[in-house]
């Protein structure tokens, strides 16, 4: 018993030296705070390229290239932001990011960074520490970690870890339409639904004290963030329905969103809640600021202030 304790003590302590490594912290700029007892630890799962008429929507291009500048093929650079929860009592992965299962031709059009593991072990964290993965929807760049290729056979990637999705979200997974078929890889869930590794969540729910789900429709029907609650303080994990902070105006919306209506008004109800109770809200494809505060400037506009 002292042996085994002593080893996971050392693997503990060596992968803690290793994040503090000038390399590692040049190599991936760690964001860490404290949400009352909560810490949060935002995780990259690397950066991957999405055209920025698809990112943006109707919004002109004269317009989102103030906030972002395309390259030369119109793609702009996409965050893949997970973020670490430790309750005190459970470490809890929101997101897995893209992973490492794409096809070449997703690869080509996308990328696959595949930078999530590595970046856990710089903070210090294994795939064996995770206790609870919560997904906000079945989208291959939210859940791509969720299991890897073990030869021909998928297993999970976070093996003692309970898995939580949207069941609405799974069944449409199943059977997605022509326009977003290509959102979808069976392999990222199916496995985990047939072993009961993957719980199916019905509506709102909370998963352990301080920490629950919300449905925000807009980008798919059944799309949940993660809220979190801890000695008087809030934040949220709104997923798609906010993916960047270049997406904070209520009718700055993506392409991919199936119901662009929905995600105004649901915009609006965070808002309406985020605003005034000073929330934290944590952005999950914002390349530069995984979270930050959500006010109004004089001008009434959405501007995010800086989490320090």
């Known amino acids: 018993m002292c042996r085994v304790f002593c080893d996971t003590l050392i693997a503990r302590l060596a992968r803690f030296l290793i994040a503090l490594s000038p390399a590692n912290m040049s ?3 760690m964001h860490r705070l404290s949400l009352g007892n909560f810490e949060l630890t935002a995780i990259s799962d690397g950066t991957y390229s999405l055209d920025g008429g698809a990112f943006f929507g109707v919004v002109p291009k004269s317009l989102w290239q103030r906030k ?20 005190g009592d459970k470490t809890i992965l929101i997101e897995t990011g893209i992973g490492n299962k794409l096809t070449e031709k997703m690869i ?3 990328g696959q960074p595949a930078k999530l593991l590595d970046n856990l072990a710089a903070a210090g964290i294994s795939p064996e520490d995770i206790d609870i ?4 929807h079945l989208h291959f760049d939210h859940c791509g970690w969720n299991t890897v290729l073990r030869g021909a056979t998928v297993v999970p990637t976070f093996p003692r870890a309970k898995y939580y999705a949207p069941e609405g979200e799974w069944q449409y997974a199943r059977q997605p339409s022509e326009r977003d078929a290509i959102s979808y890889i069976s392999a990222n ?3 985990l639904v047939a072993s009961g590794q993957m719980q199916l969540l019905k509506g709102d729910q909370e998963i352990v004290p301080g920490v629950s789900v919300v449905v925000f429709p807009g ?3 059944h799309m949940q963030a993660v809220m979190l609650h801890s000695a008087g303080k809030t934040a949220c994990y709104i997923s798609d329905l906010i993916p960047t902070t270049w997406h904070l105006d209520l009718t700055w919306g ?3 969103d199936l119901f662009p209506l929905e995600t105004i008004a649901n915009k609006k109800r965070y808002y309406a809640q985020a605003i005034p109770k000073k929330w934290l809200t944590l952005f999950t494809h914002d390349p530069n600021m995984p979270w930050a505060y959500v006010e109004k400037d004089e001008k009434e506009k959405m501007v995010a202030r800086a989490a320090v």
């Not at 500048?69 to 650079?77: A, G, W």
């Not at 993965?133 to 906000?136: A, R």
């Open 108 to 110: 080509k059009i996308y």
């Open 27 to 29: 190599h991936y700029p």
């Open 133 to 136: 993965v919560i997904n906000t």
């Open 219 to 221: 980008h798919t029907r």
């Open 68 to 87: 972002v500048t395309p390259d030369e093929r119109n793609l702009v650079p996409t965050g893949l932001n997970s973020v670490v929860v430790r309750t």
């Open 254 to 256: 993506m392409s991919f």
């Open 189 to 191: 869930y199916d496995p």
